[in-house]
Structure formats: structure tokens, C-alpha cells
């Protein structure tokens, strides 16, 4: 029975194109490789990614351990789902994309931008790699035994970079460089971005 009418019809308009990038043979190949090192290094879990890097179009994304989500098409096997939910290496999290990591030398990027465009550095300015720094502790800055430790990926290895530039410290994504600029190091009377500045 006709009451009445509640609005007129809107004529659907096509939405955007949906492009994917992933590349079927490269994404078999990183699989395979993958799993391969996983193997050898008894890793429980691993993820790779292949991204082009002028368009960040991800070209290959494999995390392991993985699971074939066929199971939950139709009529979910109960013993099948109950062996994932159970499983210790949780294969139905996506390492790559749910995992929970600290950012690591890839926010080194953002930290050279902002000491850059706030002029804590000029792309000139070196930074000398010495070996690893100590902060004192700011409740007891005259005890050098309470002072925290910075270290640089390359130091265990007996390697100090000395001098930097910008793009030094990037190249060689040398931490000690980036605990300068993003903290500051007040024993060279330095002074780095701050949270503020570096949130900014």
C-alpha cells in the first residue's frame, strides 16, 4: 500500500579504479624464500616485503606462518579452525600488516626531515660517531654509573662511522646520529628536536 514517497532515486555514479600491484610470480618467490630461511634459522614467524619505492606500490607481501582462509567459504571445519586458534604462532595475524613493531631505521627518515626543516641541522652539519654515547640520568646527573647507554647497530661489531652528514647517517642508518638529532646531546651542548618538534 502506497504511503509515501521518502525520497527521489539517486543515479549511481562509478567509483575509482582499483589498481593492485602485486606481482603473482614475485610474491611465489618471496614465499618460497621465506620459508626457506624460516627453515634454516628455526624462525616461528617472518615477514618479507617488496615495495617500489618511487610510487610505494607493494609489489610482494608474504607473512608466515600463513593459513588457507578457503576454510571459511562455506561450512567452517571446526577441528580445522581450532588447530589456527590454537596454534602458538597465531598464523591468522598478518605479520606485515597487523604486527605490532617498533618502527625501527625506517623512522629515521622522518627525524632527518624535521631536524632539516627545523633547523637543528643544516645538510652540512656533521655529527661525529665516537663509539656509544652515555646520557646522564636527570635525577642524579653527576653519577655517570646511573647514565644510560646508546649504542649503534655497528658498534658490537667494533665499527664507529666518525663523522656524518645527513646523508651519512642515513646511508649507514647510524643511530648515534639520530639520538642526536631527535634528543639532542647536551654534553656537546647540542640540542636535538625534542618530542615536541619531532611529533610536529
Do not use: C
Amino acid at each position: 500500500r502506497y504511503i509515501r514517497t521518502v525520497g527521489q532515486p539517486v543515479e549511481a555514479k562509478s567509483g575509482s579504479n582499483l589498481v593492485l600491484n602485486i606481482d603473482r610470480r614475485l610474491q611465489e618467490v618471496m614465499q618460497t624464500a621465506l620459508q626457506t630461511a624460516m627453515d634454516e634459522k628455526k624462525a616461528k614467524w617472518g615477514v618479507t616485503i617488496a615495495m617500489d619505492p618511487r610510487n610505494g606500490a607493494v609489489l610482494g607481501l608474504v607473512s608466515l606462518p600463513s593459513y588457507d582462509n578457503n576454510i571459511f567459504a562455506e561450512q567452517i571445519d571446526l577441528q580445522a579452525y581450532k588447530r589456527l586458534v590454537e596454534d602458538t604462532r597465531l598464523p591468522m595475524i598478518n605479520y606485515a600488516i597487523g604486527g605490532r613493531y617498533p618502527p625501527g631505521s625506517t623512522f629515521k627518515i622522518v627525524s632527518a626531515s624535521g631536524a632539516l626543516a627545523e633547523g637543528v641541522i643544516e645538510p652540512d652539519t656533521q655529527i661525529v660517531d665516537a663509539g656509544p654515547i652515555y646520557l646522564p640520568n636527570q635525577f642524579f646527573p653527576n653519577d655517570m654509573a646511573q647514565a644510560q647507554r646508546f649504542v649503534s647497530w655497528n658498534h658490537p661489531r667494533g665499527i664507529v662511522h666518525g663523522a656524518m652528514t645527513v646523508v651519512d647517517g642515513l646511508a649507514l642508518s647510524n643511530d648515534i646520529f639520530f639520538y642526536w638529532i631527535g634528543g639532542g646531546y647536551p654534553q656537546a651542548n647540542f640540542r636535538g628536536l625534542g618530542n615536541k618538534n619531532l611529533a610536529k
